[in-house]
Nanobody
Framework: QVQLVESGGGLVQPGGSLRLSCTAS????????MGWYRQAPGKERELVAA???????NYADSVKGRFTISRDNTKNTVYLQMNSLKPEDTAVYYC????????????????WGQGTQVTVSS
């Protein structure tokens, strides 16, 4: 069984910073893409940033220059450094990963974390 566990959310003032972490655990053979999505109240879930196993990154236009995604392949962990936070960044942030599990066949499957709340408010 695979789990993605996020941490690092919370309440921060506009202009502040937060760092989210997400660790994948279980019978993991390989991880390809890891990413962060967010969902604000009344809105659809959207991609924030993603990173491949070789370090290639992709960002939503709204966070470019403010957020940085990184990963530690030795720890099966992905990070999201969020700087210059704005009220519109308020959302539940979800970790996402494409994983190949031991004994799980030859195809990567997609997994989600449970989400962590980020609130940007004065």
């Amino acid at each position: 069984q695979v789990q993605l566990v996020e941490s690092g959310g919370g309440l921060v003032q506009p202009g502040g910073s937060l760092r989210l972490s997400c660790t994948a655990s279980g019978s993991i053979f390989s991880i390809s893409v890891m990413g962060w999505y967010r969902q604000a109240p009344g809105k659809e879930r959207e991609l924030v940033a993603a990173i491949t196993s070789d370090g290639s990154t992709n960002y939503a236009d709204s966070v470019k220059g403010r957020f940085t995604i990184s990963r530690d392949n030795t720890k099966n962990t992905v990070y999201l450094q969020m700087n210059s936070l704005k009220p519109e960044d308020t959302a539940v942030y979800y970790c996402n990963a494409d994983l190949l599990t031991l004994g799980g066949g030859q195809y990567y499957k997609n997994y989600w974390g449970q989400g962590t709340q980020v609130t940007v408010s004065s």
